[in-house]
């Protein structure tokens, strides 16, 4: 697969001067070049960089093509996620199909450094294509527009079945699409939706921050997920300075997102979290900007303490007046002045996603929410995504993480269950893998995390496999809407304040 992403293919063929109508091949090589003698064909092939070819004793063409690209990966398609590696049809057709009494298909497939293509590594694409196949049968008045570039076969007469292996490597035309979204604007942009890489990885919590983030971005990842609320964002920021420096990534490779807290709703304030959040990471904007909860609180100066969390300097947890929507305003500025590309919401449910909607002359981004198998909110991420927000979901696996704060038990833990491992048995992948695919399929983006190296790696191995309809089903079905990450709940035990916002 790495020679193949980084070389692509060529394809060797031999093409008679004369149509062969005995050959699915046999196109002479005046009608598959569209020429009419054989000085206009050598001045088209001279002009293709890379192409080689000659003239055979027999008067037939040999034709090296320059190198193509093999395999593609598929992120998004009509604003669904796909995010899987294909193989470009050519490769297939050359191996399976390329064979006449002047080819063999057996030699018609190389790496695009002309490398020799061993039989075996063909043999095993072309298994993992028939797998891997979808078919679907023609019915009468059906129509399908094929490019011959992409999707190779016979361009003979035939009689009775026929067969188009295609591979998916390009999109289908669709009409622009124009709809209303939570609260009755036409939107016809949904950019915000086109994500290239998927995953996410989450700064909560980690033991050494700075060594996670540079590893993690030595592992690949460019999305990363930080908040004022989690107190590392000194070290977050050292961590991807460190990776910068030392060449493994630019600064705009990267999409980094921050959060305000709860105790900088007022317009005033809102500016002055960023900029603190600003210095931590030691950047002069950040990619996006949270409302991290859509809870306001007594404001906590700065040099008093930070974070603030979720007690004032007395250490009780106090509610204040605020109009979420003149918050929102304020984010709006910092994205005017650049200080923020884009801004979101965290933690918001359908009704305040409406509310923002109601006055926002700068949308929303994304809506970052927990979700999992045991949680998956459905209608919210469909609510977002049909008003253009995309959604990323922390906590993909579940419990994991709430375990040594006593807000989950090893009962909430997924990586034992029988749904899951049989799922992932099934694919020989772990049931993390199973889980972060599951929430890529269900078009949201997993923020996860991992201090081994190992995990790191295994959690971005996501693209090789595609669950089908039946396991998501399946997924789907342990949900129990469980929330572990619940201010209705913490904040009374932990901070004698009931504060729900999901009910």
Same mark, same amino acid.
């Given at each position: ?321 605020? /109009?979420?929507?003149? #918050?929102?305003?304020? !984010? @709006?500025?910092? %994205?005017?002045?650049? =200080?923020? $590309? ?121 693209? /090789?496999?595609?669950? #089908?309809?039946?396991? !998501? @089903?399946?997924? %789907?079905?342990?949900? =129990?809407? $469980? ?21």
């Amino acid at each position: 697969m790495d020679k193949l992403k980084t070389y692509g293919a060529r394809y060797k063929r031999v093409l008679p001067e004369e149509d062969d109508k005995a050959s699915p091949i046999g196109r002479s090589f005046y009608n598959a070049y569209g020429v009419n003698d054989k000085i206009e064909l050598e001045k088209k092939l001279n002009a293709i960089p890379g192409l080689e070819y000659q003239w055979l004793p027999e008067g037939s063409l040999e034709v090296i093509t320059e190198p193509i690209p093999a395999v593609r990966f598929i992120d998004q398609q009509h604003n669904h996620g796909i995010y899987q590696w294909t193989f470009h049809n050519s490769v297939i057709a050359a191996f399976l199909g390329w064979k006449d009494c002047r080819n063999d298909r057996k030699k018609a497939v190389r790496f695009g450094n002309n490398d020799p293509m061993d039989e075996e590594i063909l043999e095993s694409i072309a298994k993992f294509m028939e797998e891997k196949k979808i078919s679907y049968k023609w019915k009468k008045g059906d129509i399908f527009a094929i490019n011959n570039r992409l999707v190779m076969h016979s361009r003979n007469s035939f009689t009775g079945a026929r067969r188009v292996y295609a591979s998916m490597f390009g999109d289908a035309m669709m009409k622009n699409e124009v709809k209303r979204d939570g609260v009755g604007e036409l939107i016809d942009d949904f950019s915000a939706l086109e994500v290239t890489d998927p995953i996410t990885f989450g700064c909560w919590r980690l033991d050494d921050p700075e060594q996670a983030v540079y590893n993690a971005i030595k592992a690949g990842y460019r999305r990363f997920d930080s908040a004022c609320d989690y107190g590392n964002e000194i070290q977050t920021g050292k961590g991807i300075r460190r990776a910068i420096d030392e060449g493994i990534c630019t600064r705009k490779d990267l999409y980094v997102t921050t959060k305000l807290w709860n105790t900088y709703h007022h317009p005033n304030h809102v500016p002055l979290a960023l900029e603190r959040c600003l210095a931590d990471l030691g950047f002069d904007y950040v990619d996006e900007f949270l409302i991290h909860f859509p809870i306001s609180m007594e404001f906590v100066p700065f040099e008093k303490k930070y974070p603030p969390e979720w007690t004032n300097l007395d250490g009780e947890m106090v509610f204040v007046k605020n /109009d979420i929507n003149e #918050t929102w305003k304020a !984010m @709006e500025k910092l %994205a005017d002045a650049g =200080k923020t $590309h884009f801004i979101g919401i965290s933690n918001f449910n359908c009704q305040h996603l409406r509310q923002v909607l109601s006055i926002a002359r700068i949308r929303p981004t994304s809506l970052q929410i927990e979700c999992h198998p045991h949680l998956s909110q459905e209608k919210l991420i469909r609510f977002a995504r049909e008003s253009g927000i995309r959604v990323s979901a922390f906590s993909p696996l579940g419990g994991t993480s709430y375990i040594s704060i006593d807000m989950a038990t090893e009962n909430d833990l997924f990586f034992q269950n029988s749904v899951i491992m049989d799922i992932a048995k099934k694919y020989n992948k772990s049931a993390a893998q199973v889980m972060l695919r599951w929430s890529i399929q269900r078009n949201t983006l997993p923020i996860n995390k991992s201090s081994r190296a190992e995990r790191l790696n295994e959690n971005r191995a996501l693209f /090789d496999f595609y669950l #089908t309809k039946e396991d !998501m @089903e399946f997924i %789907a079905g342990l949900n =129990k809407n $469980h929330r572990y990450n619940d201010p209705g709940v913490f904040c009374e035990y932990g901070m004698g304040t009931f504060c729900p916002i999901y009910e």
